[in-house]
């Protein structure tokens, strides 16, 4: 299995501000995902972070208020910019290892934006 | 536009009881269907079914897939009140520039009384 982890684990951020989530993988993986779970609602697929090259976003997210960065293939992070309260959610990093069956998730980072 | 539905959205019952939840789906491409369970943050991974008819058993838990039809049962037997927790259906689709994206269902809230 893969074990992940995330920092921080939780976060009560000042709308108009940004915050940086990281996502540490303890050994070499082929993707890296994000999704975001709003309150009370379900997964969704924020973007692929793709090692070495600008991310594949999913329709509804821009990179102006996503950034995502994944320098190597342990590790990438996700920016929420310009922080609003609609922005409140859980933000998982995901991983998929070319022949395993399942996709790990992360511990997740519960944001909260007044 | 690719849909994962599930249903019921809540389940109430008592320890003892069997449930059944239920995820339906449209996609192009379909490659596998996973069940996770949510408990806090992080969705840990129960199964993941590609034929048609193939019982996937682990423990009190079972599910099976039916790709005619288009849909997928979970079935845990006995329950617990570990068993309470949100349910998570996905359906990983074939794609050329991301191997691994799945598409969760709204999930099914699970909370087995003593």
């Known amino acids: 299995s893969a074990v992940i982890s995330q920092k921080p684990s939780r976060d009560i951020c000042q709308r108009g501000t940004s915050l940086t989530i990281q996502c540490q993988v303890d050994s070499q993986v082929t993707m890296m995902f994000w999704y975001r779970q709003q309150p009370g609602q379900s997964l969704t697929l924020i973007a692929t972070?793709?090692?070495?090259?600008?991310?594949?976003?999913e329709s509804g997210f821009v990179i102006d208020k996503f950034p995502i960065s994944r320098p190597n293939l342990t590790f990438s992070t996700l920016t929420v910019s310009n922080m609003s309260p609609e922005d409140s959610s859980i933000y998982l990093c995901?991983?998929?290892?070319?022949?395993?069956?399942?996709?790990?998730f992360g511990p997740g980072t519960r944001l909260t934006v007044t | 536009e690719d849909k994962v539905v599930q249903s019921p959205l809540s389940l109430v019952v008592h320890e003892g009881d069997t449930v059944t939840l239920n995820c339906s789906y449209e996609v192009t491409n379909f490659r596998s269907l996973l069940w996770y369970k949510q408990e806090k943050k992080a969705p840990t991974f129960l199964f993941m079914l590609t034929s048609s008819g193939i019982e996937k058993k682990s423990g009190r838990l079972s599910s099976i897939l039916d790709k005619k039809e288009l849909f997928s049962i979970l079935n845990i037997t006995a329950t617990q009140t570990g068993d309470s927790a949100v349910y998570l259906c996905?359906?990983?689709?074939?794609?050329?520039?991301?191997?691994?994206?799945?598409?969760f269902g709204g999930g099914t809230r699970l909370m087995v009384k003593p």
């Open positions: 996905a359906v990983n689709k074939r794609s050329d520039n991301a191997g691994n994206m799945l598409t």
């Open positions: 972070a793709n090692q070495g090259s600008e991310a594949t976003y």
């Open positions: 995901s991983v998929y290892r070319t022949g395993d069956v399942e996709q790990y």
